[in-house]
Every structure is written in C-alpha cells, then in structure tokens.
C-alpha cells in the first residue's frame, strides 16, 4: 500500500516545504512534493494510494536522543527488561524514535548486567529503538560530579563490548589513557564530561581522538579569560560535537546561543538529560541511588545540585525554536540528523529525504505533538508532554 500525506509543513534539514506532499511505499520515503491541487486532488487520484490530509500541521523528523537515563518511572540503572521496555515505549510516544540508554557511574559488573538486560526484552512493537548504550561514567571527576557517585576501583574493567556506543569520562584522570585507548580502539565514541581538563590538555586530547562533549557547561569549569579550560577548546574546534541540554534550566538561551554561533548547528546536538521523572508528576525521585526532588522544572539534589532533567528531547527542539529563536529547520537539525550523522544512523532515520524510513512526528503549528508515525505507521496516543 502506497500512502500520501498531503497539505502538510515539511521540515528537512535546510528548508521548510510549505504545502507538501510526502510519498511513502516500504515503509521509506519515496519523495517530497510541492502540494499542487490539479495534480493531487485532481483527476490522477489512485485507489491503491491512501491519502492523508495533515490541514496545515506540520512533519518533523523522529529524534534521537544520544544521552537519556529514563522516563515516565522507569530508568536504565534498574537494570531490567522491563524497566526498558517502559522507558523505550514511553520515549517513543514523547517523539524520541531512537536513543542511548544512559547509565550513571557504577561498577564494572553492574555496568555489564545492565546491558544485559536488553537482551531479556519482549518482543513487541510502539518502542523506539535501542541503539547501544551511554555509559556516562565510571571514571568522572570527584570535582566535578554533579549528581553522579564516585565508585571505587575495583578489579572489574569498565565493559567495552558491542552494545556500548558512547562512554563520558575525564580524560585528565590516570586512570582514564587506556580506556581512552581501548574505546577509540573499539569505535566508541569518548566523551569528556564531568572533567577539570585544562585547555592545554583538551587539544592533545582532540588530537587523540575525542570528539564530544558531554552537556557542555554542566559538571566542568565554565569558561575564565586566563584559564580558559576545555570548554574554550571544545568551542573553538570544529572537529568537537557539544551536547546542549536546552530545557531553560541547565544553560542560559544567551549561552546556548553562543555555543551556536561558535560552533554551528552542524556541531551541536540536543540531549534530553531525562530521568524517571519526565511525564511524573512532582515529588521525590531516585537516581544513581541518590534522592532527587522534581519542584518547579527542575530535578535537584538535597543541596540543590541539578539532577539530570525532566524534559523530552522535543521540549529542547521547541525551546529552540521558541525562546533561543532559531529556525525550526535547524533546531529540529540537533535533534535529529545530527545524532543519526554521529551514530551512523543518517541513511534510515534522521532526516525526510527519499530513501529513508518514514518515521516522523506530526505536529501542530504550536509545536505539540499530535501524532507518532513509524516505518509509515501512525502509532495510537501519543504522549504530548509539556508544550
């Protein structure tokens, strides 16, 4: 079957299709039409095509969030099947259609059963999908640790295996060489997060293969005009991707906006940073083993520590948009093509170019999500969030 959504606002990576027709067979993709009433509502109707009118809504491409530890009660550290499965089924009805599960700091051997714990899943459809996972430590600076914990060295090695896709350390720690090694080695991307690395240090660093930062400005030294760190160098290398988490809470819309003129959007992808507590209400939480307090927005510790976040990745597409004031080609751009170009994912998912998966949001043009479509199928009730 054919189907044909017409009188819809196409978002591609460089330009907005006013009035646009996408084509879709297999479930892919096949073209991006200008909407013309003689050619699509006239005579040429076919009754093997489905069509679809959108009334003016608007198409984005599903997101895809490279750093997320939960969602709707549920978080990677617990460590079982089900806990994914609810986490990748709620992802999915808030926009995101592909993530990392993103662990805290943890041992060696806890870090390995739970990614073992993706093999126990249930099959079943209306999940996004798990493309490895993110281990945001062990090896982070006691420093610099925002909510994570320090665990100690024990005689387990941080597990490397196929289903690890991204790793956040220190790089300035001892430890941390030949894990940085061994992770290059293996096609991990390195991360720097929750480091002190100097700016000296992170250009030897790039030079060595890192190419990310984890949500920069958070858990590091900001930036001083005699010491200018590694955020100075990760800004001024065009070789360096930047995680932003733009939820209104962890970076200022000026900051982000400066992070965006130095670096481009071709360089910048948005993160959720979400916890269990995204779609919950507001109370107490657990993350990483420790109490964290949902009150107004923001996830925090005891001692005011900011948490991770309480947002989806579509909340960051629309503060974009709607505060920092960037164009929803490019705010959609961070969110999606961007993470599928790093994960090796851009010829599938990313982007409504011919050729890809027919995987999208609709959109109303306030921006709240009214539908999930996957492989050319409308997924039922979307989760709104906030808008």
């Known amino acids: 079957m054919h189907k044909r959504i017409i009188n819809a606002a196409i978002v591609l990576p460089d330009r907005e299709v006013s009035q646009g027709v996408l084509n879709i067979s297999a479930e892919k993709i096949v073209s991006v039409d200008s909407f013309s009433f003689r050619e699509d509502i006239g005579g040429n109707a076919c009754a ?41 089924s709620a992802l999915l009805k808030q926009g ?57 060295a024990t005689d387990v090695p941080v597990p490397l295996g196929v289903r690890v896709k991204m790793m956040t350390l220190a790089p300035e ?40 930062i984890t949500h920069a400005f958070n858990a590091m030294p900001g930036i001083h005009h005699r010491t200018p760190g590694l955020l100075t160098a990760a800004l001024l290398d065009p070789r360096v991707h930047l995680e932003l988490i733009a939820d209104g809470v962890h970076i200022h819309p000026a900051v982000l906006e400066l992070a965006l003129r130095l670096k481009g959007t071709d360089r910048i992808l948005l993160v959720s940073d979400g916890t269990r507590a995204v779609g919950m209400p507001e109370g107490d939480y657990e993350l990483g083993g420790r109490q964290v307090s949902l009150k107004g927005g923001r996830m925090i510790l005891p001692d005011g520590t900011l948490a991770g976040s309480a947002s989806t990745l579509l ?28 994960l090796g994912l851009s010829g599938r998912l990313g982007s409504l170019e011919p050729g890809r998966e027919a995987t999208f949001l609709r959109l109303s043009p306030d921006l709240s999500l009214k539908e999930v479509w996957v492989r050319g199928r409308l997924l039922d009730a979307p989760q709104t969030g906030s808008n």
Request: with cysteine; proline share 4%; aromatic share 4%.
């Open 48 to 88: 093997e095509i489905e069509t679809f009118d959108f009334a003016g809504d608007l198409i984005i491409p599903g997101l895809i969030d490279t750093h997320v530890h939960g969602s709707c009660g549920a978080d990677t550290m617990d460590g079982t099947a089900r806990s994914l499965e609810k986490m990748s």
């Open 96 to 152: 995101t259609v592909a993530f990392l599960p993103t662990t805290m700091a943890a041992s060696g051997d806890r870090l390995s059963d739970i990614m073992r714990a993706e093999a126990k899943m249930q099959p079943g459809a209306g999940r996004a999908e798990i493309v490895g996972f993110h281990l945001e430590g062990p090896c982070i600076s006691a420093r610099f640790l925002g909510a994570q914990n320090i665990i100690e």
């Open 315 to 342: 909340d960051g597409v629309r503060f974009m948009a709607r505060v920092v004031g960037r164009t929803l080609c490019e705010s959609v751009r961070m969110a999606a093509l961007n993470p599928a170009r790093l």
């Open 173 to 212: 720690l001892p430890e941390a060489s030949e894990l940085i090694h061994d992770a290059l080695a293996a096609g991990i991307i390195v991360s720097v997060g929750h480091s002190g690395a100097g700016y000296e240090d992170m250009l030897k660093f790039i030079d060595q293969g890192i190419r990310h």
